[in-house]
């Protein structure tokens, strides 16, 4: 079954309706601080957008302007190939490999697999050491990941070395869905997250230099959101090898009844107490703050429903949902169509409601006009990106519903504005 693009395409300049963010708006956007009240989920992206290093995710600076780039592609579920003649003169040709890449076929998606920690080792782990963990009580699954930094053109990124047929179900569901992404991976082609497509997105479907410990010429196969820290890249086990990456020194784990005092006393009786296990688990969400900016410009109704929808993405902050359906349609003020045809409230386009719209009112039918399911829509649709899980993936999750660095700086600051 082939899926839609996403919910929405990018306006062109001047057409559509005018941007609902005021001039006064975004003056006090620019002298917004961020105080630890506001809650470290929205913080970290916001101070992603603003370039402040979050290691070891986050090293870059998102440009001012969105770059030519695909909007969805075969092999992922958010974005698409819409590379231009003018990108495709640049693409690489397929350079002869340096190394052997023998394809493993990839298993069908079995299950989903909600991380609770990653484990970051500064050595190997041992394959006694991998099997302690999975025979643990009370864990329901590892995955051993290689780990390192690798130069490209673009940016020095973080990348991980899977197992495709392991790490997909502890991806988001969208991801974790694309039999055509995990392929692509399993061939030896290089997967990148959402927030790079914008400065990548040129050399979608060609070759690029990737050096880590070694230098391999990669196929830059797909974007698509992770929700892994660290996971800024993703590559196959074989290939993972080839550029240098070092060995077996992360593992995700799955332990959905076990506190994180419980795993980060597991996973250091079994590889050592130097080991750094960093809690993956959606952070608690008091959605109830509000700031009374958002009293004043948030039509009630409005404001209901975002905290109510969110709350059925355990993570995502109802403010990030209000930015949102501010910045589309101004909660709800002007829903006419826009020039790429995207309709309602949270402007998705037809296509895409047809696989990701609900009937949220519970009245028979899921309705692309009615505030009610399009705001649970969108809440579902942002889960499936990963929104829930904070920091880069609620990043990536809101790139996945409009590709533009912009956008995603303009939702966060005014969620900032809302809390």
């Known amino acids: 079954m082939r899926l839609p693009s996403r919910p929405r395409a990018r306006r062109r300049a001047g057409a559509g309706r005018p941007r609902p963010i005021?001039?006064?708006?975004?003056?006090?956007?620019?002298?917004?601080?961020?105080?630890?009240?506001?809650?470290?989920?929205?913080?970290?992206?916001?101070?992603?957008?603003?370039?402040?290093?979050?290691?070891?995710?986050?090293?870059?600076r998102a440009p001012a302007t969105d770059a030519a780039m695909p909007a969805t592609t075969p092999v992922v579920l958010p974005v698409a190939d819409r590379t231009t003649a003018a990108s495709r003169s640049q693409l690489r040709p397929a350079p002869p490999l340096h190394y052997?890449?023998?394809?493993?076929?990839?298993?069908?998606?079995?299950?989903?697999?909600?991380?609770?920690?990653?484990v970051e080792l500064g050595f190997a782990a041992t394959p006694a050491q991998v099997d302690r963990l999975r025979h643990a009580a009370g864990v329901q699954a590892v995955a051993v990941l290689d780990a390192g930094k690798v130069r490209t053109p673009f940016a020095d990124i973080y990348a991980v070395g899977v197992d495709p047929s392991e790490f997909r179900g502890f991806t988001?569901?969208?991801?974790?869905?694309?039999?055509?992404?995990?392929?692509?991976?399993?061939?030896?082609?290089?997967?990148?997250?959402?927030?790079?497509?914008?400065?990548?997105?040129?050399?979608?479907?060609?070759?690029?230099?990737?050096?880590?410990?070694?230098?391999?010429d990669l196929r830059l196969g797909?974007?698509?959101?992770?929700?892994?820290?660290?996971?800024?890249?993703?590559?196959?086990?074989?290939?993972?090898?080839?550029?240098?990456?070092?060995?077996?020194?992360?593992?995700?784990?799955?332990?959905?009844?076990?506190?994180?005092?419980?795993?980060?006393?597991?996973?250091?009786?079994?590889l050592g107490q130097s080991v750094q296990v960093d809690l993956l688990r959606p952070a608690a969400i008091d959605q109830s703050e509000m700031s009374d900016y958002a009293a004043e410009v948030i039509p009630t109704a409005y404001l209901r429903l975002y905290r109510a929808a969110a709350s059925t993405c355990p993570g995502l902050p109802w403010t990030v949902l209000a930015a949102i359906g501010a910045v589309e349609t101004g909660h709800g003020s002007n829903t006419a169509v826009s020039s790429a045809g995207a309709e309602g409230p949270m402007q998705f386009l037809p296509s895409t409601w047809r696989y990701y719209g609900r009937d949220a009112d519970g009245d028979g039918v899921a309705n692309i006009d009615d505030p009610v399911d399009a705001i649970y829509s969108a809440a579902g649709y942002l889960c499936a990106n990963g929104a829930g899980r904070?920091?880069?993936?609620?990043?990536?999750?809101?790139?996945?519903?409009?590709?533009?660095?912009?956008?995603?700086?303009?939702?966060?600051?005014?969620?900032?504005?809302?809390?």
């Open 22 to 60: 005021s001039r006064r708006l975004n003056a006090r956007n620019s002298r917004l601080a961020t105080p630890a009240a506001l809650g470290s989920v929205i913080a970290a992206v916001l101070l992603s957008a603003a370039g402040v290093a979050l290691a070891p995710v986050v090293t870059h």
């Open 100 to 118: 052997t890449h023998p394809q493993q076929p990839v298993s069908p998606l079995r299950s989903l697999t909600a991380p609770d920690v990653l």
């Open 222 to 270: 797909a974007f698509a959101s992770f929700g892994i820290p660290g996971a800024e890249a993703v590559v196959d086990r074989a290939t993972a090898r080839a550029i240098g990456l070092s060995p077996d020194h992360r593992l995700l784990i799955a332990a959905p009844r076990l506190s994180l005092d419980e795993l980060r006393a597991l996973a250091r009786g079994v």
């Open 172 to 216: 988001p569901r969208l991801t974790a869905q694309s039999d055509a992404l995990w392929q692509s991976v399993a061939r030896g082609e290089m997967a990148v997250a959402n927030s790079y497509a914008g400065r990548m997105g040129s050399r979608f479907g060609g070759y690029l230099p990737v050096k880590g410990g070694v230098q391999q």
């Open 390 to 419: 904070g920091g880069q993936s609620l990043y990536d999750a809101i790139f996945a519903y409009n590709h533009a660095d912009w956008y995603v700086r303009d939702v966060i600051r005014l969620a900032l504005l809302y809390q």
